[in-house]
């Protein structure tokens, strides 16, 4: 039990780990976003062209009544769904796998970069597998029972309800739980009793009824939300090549390879064992048809199959550690007396492996409040990643370099403008360049009213990890040391920063003449005697 406690707290810690440093970036936005232009009725009748979770947004503008929101509150429902996946998965599956598969299956879970990600993040993809894997496996157990047990029923009906309601797409992993138990070839055990398959279909009547009244209303206000991000894109064979790739987290085409060859192995005796695969199979099965079907925007993005294939992630891991235990065991009925040394030697490589081909380790470097950038995980194929070349158009200067002298993590530094897009915010060079903090810097009230971006000045917001230029004290408080101006500059045609350019002269009015300038940027010393 000790390796698999140790799985455990160290998945924990990997998830948690400067968890409340942490920038917004990119698609969580898109939750603040809503909160910032969107009533509660608004929200409940609109899905967004950028999706962004009804239930969370509800969860979140009655809060924002109550308290402060911050980056860390945002980011909690994830955080507690990705801890709670280390445990909940394996207790799952242990009494039928078996503790040895189910420990490889604990470290597995624990080190995968994708689940690390997705726990950190203000999306609901973490809660969506959370709730997958728990009614999937309550169901089956609801249907084996001689009677009834409404406590269960109900706790059915509100994680399936909840479930597509955070995010559509999820309905097909729903619908394949429920069809394995109504539809006696997809059972094990054979047909249900009369008396149990009655009860099983008024459960499945009570939660489409339920389902509907959240998710219809939303489809008819504003249909418009979906249509405009449908038939616009498709998978390809790279999308699915990216997509192992990204569930992996490995960047090692020998690793992704040997990973296919031990999901072959161990599905067979997987299957056998927990049941239940069937169903999470058979949910990624429909959301791949879905997807084909209505062609949704950056659907050719490997990453994107693979967010909306998350709850199938786990199914992958648990069918790796069966093959790897069918491995030991062929080598315990040959060779008993190296099927221990092959066991734990065996795990010890493949688990470095992955994690020294993996962006992991990068994400332990500190000060990094950018371990959520899309560069890390958008594509861990090399070259394969878009973000790259669109972070080399940004402009360098020397002048981060030159913070290196000072001890790591001792200048706090405000960039503006801020832009939430990882394509256009190349903070994780800045960082790993000066060895200091970077985080962003808001205009919004200094020289322009509100920026997409950026959270308005109300009582709703208090992220810990953005600074308000036109608030001395907040600067005061989050301890800045020095504005960077980054000016703006030239992406083909495009001049990145033209919105923002009249600041400039904002910060030369509000900080005073700069201590260091270049083509790129500007430099204003907040507190004169620290400033560079």
Request: proline share 8%.
């Amino acid at each position: 039990m000790l390796p698999l406690a140790a799985a455990v707290v160290f998945g924990g810690w990997l998830r948690w780990q400067q968890w409340p440093d942490q920038i917004l970036i990119d698609d969580e936005w898109h939750l603040v976003h809503r909160l910032v232009l969107s009533t509660p009725g608004e929200m409940i009748l609109d899905y967004g062209y950028a999706d962004y979770g009804i239930p969370l947004g509800l969860l979140y503008a009655a809060l924002g009544h109550v308290t402060s929101l911050s980056e860390a509150m945002l980011r909690l429902p994830a955080l507690v769904a990705g801890m709670a996946t280390l445990v909940v998965l394996p207790a799952l599956v242990v009494r039928r796998v078996g503790l040895a598969t189910t420990t490889i299956f604990a470290w597995l879970l624990a080190i995968s970069p994708l689940l690390i990600v997705y726990s950190r993040l203000a999306r609901p993809y973490a809660l969506v597998l959370l709730l997958v894997w728990m009614l999937t496996f309550a169901l089956g157990r609801w249907a084996d029972r001689e009677r009834g047990a409404p406590w269960l029923g109900g706790t059915i009906v509100a994680a399936s309800v909840l479930t597509v309601w955070l995010h559509l797409a999820a309905a097909c992993f729903v619908a394949a739980a429920f069809a394995r138990v109504l539809f006696g070839k997809l059972r094990p055990r054979g047909p249900l009793a009369p008396q149990a398959w009655r009860r099983s279909a008024a459960l499945t009547l009570v939660t489409i009824v339920l389902g509907a009244a959240l998710i219809v209303p939303p489809l008819i206000a504003h249909p418009q939300a979906l249509a405009l991000k449908s038939g616009v894109d498709a998978p390809t064979a790279d999308t699915f090549l990216g997509l192992w790739f990204a569930w992996m987290g490995t960047a090692s085409p020998w690793l992704a390879a040997l990973a296919v060859i031990l999901v072959g192995i161990g599905a067979r005796p997987l299957l056998r064992a927990v049941p239940e695969m069937l169903a999470l199979g058979g949910g990624a099965l429909l959301v791949v048809l879905l997807v084909f079907a209505t062609r949704p925007a950056s659907s050719h993005f490997g990453i994107v199959l693979a967010r909306y294939l998350l709850p199938a992630l786990p199914l992958a891991l648990l069918a790796i550690a069966s093959g790897l235990m069918v491995g030991v065991r062929w080598v315990a009925r040959h060779a008993p007396r190296l099927a221990p040394a092959v066991a734990g030697v065996g795990g010890a490589v493949a688990l470095a492996l992955l994690v020294a081909t993996s962006p992991v380790r990068e994400w332990w470097e500190r000060p990094n409040r950018q371990t959520l950038h899309m560069q890390y995980y958008f594509d861990f194929r090399p070259g394969h990643n878009p973000y790259g070349p669109h972070l080399a158009v940004i402009p360098d200067s020397p002048y981060w370099r030159t913070l290196a002298r000072d001890p790591p993590g001792s200048l706090r530094i405000a960039v503006a403008p801020f832009r939430f897009e990882s394509f256009e915010w190349n903070a994780p060079a800045w960082e790993r360049a000066s060895g200091q903090t970077v985080v962003p810097a808001y205009l919004s009230g200094l020289c322009v009213d509100w920026r997409w971006g950026e959270v308005p000045s109300d009582a709703r917001f208090a992220f810990r990890n953005a600074v308000r230029l036109a608030d001395a004290r907040d600067l005061a408080a989050k301890a800045i040391d020095v504005v960077v101006w980054q000016k703006p500059y030239r992406r083909g045609n495009d001049l990145l920063g033209e919105d923002t350019q009249q600041c400039e002269a904002a910060l030369r009015e509000r900080f005073g003449a700069p201590t260091y300038e270049d083509a790129a940027i500007a430099v204003f010393a907040v507190h004169p005697a620290r400033g560079h």
